[in-house]
């Protein structure tokens, strides 16, 4: 009976212990692993399954293909926004208009449209903030003056800021930004223009 009990308590005791086992006191900080260290799969990330429930995912990755309007200052320079999540042009500006339409876009680092550039440095990119500093450098080699842009998505809507003291307030964008459905006499396409 003596061996029995003592053959059960070594049971239990190499049952209950577990060297493999490793807890994490951190938060997971990388979207693209667990807190365990697991790799996230990349199928999981490309459907927004991860990011629908711990906000740790970027603002262009989670606002991927949005569109906002300014609609109460309509007649602004570019009174439409569109984000892209892409390796090239995330940001695109449209002007939709009667007579004319532009749109352009713009590229992290380096860009050059007709001999003028500007370098963006992406600064903040937050499930719902998202800052990036524009160093406008003119036809010249040294930067004649750097703003700073803010988009923070607050209650659904699209506050921009910068540091020039600009401010506006764009609204999700149902519009269709195709250009066969837009009715206007002309298009003009800058660099980097993400028409649907």
Partial sequence: MKKIFVAS????????YKTDVIQHGTANLDPRQWASGGQINSLSQQYNVFCGGVKTCKFLYKYDDSMWADTDNY???????KFKNAATYFI????????????KGWQKGENIYN???WDITIKK???DVFWFDFDYYGTGQEIEYTITYKYEVIDGLLHFSNSEDQSFIFHPSKKNYSKE????NQIIEQEGCLFL
């Fill in 125 to 127: 990119d937050e499930w």
């Fill in 75 to 81: 007649y602004s320079e570019f009174s439409d926004i």
């Fill in 181 to 184: 459905l837009i009715d206007t």
């Fill in 92 to 103: 695109s500006f449209f002007k939709i208009d009667n007579d004319v339409s532009y749109c």
């Fill in 115 to 117: 001999g003028i550039k």
């Fill in 9 to 16: 308590l070594c049971l239990i005791h190499f049952t209950c």
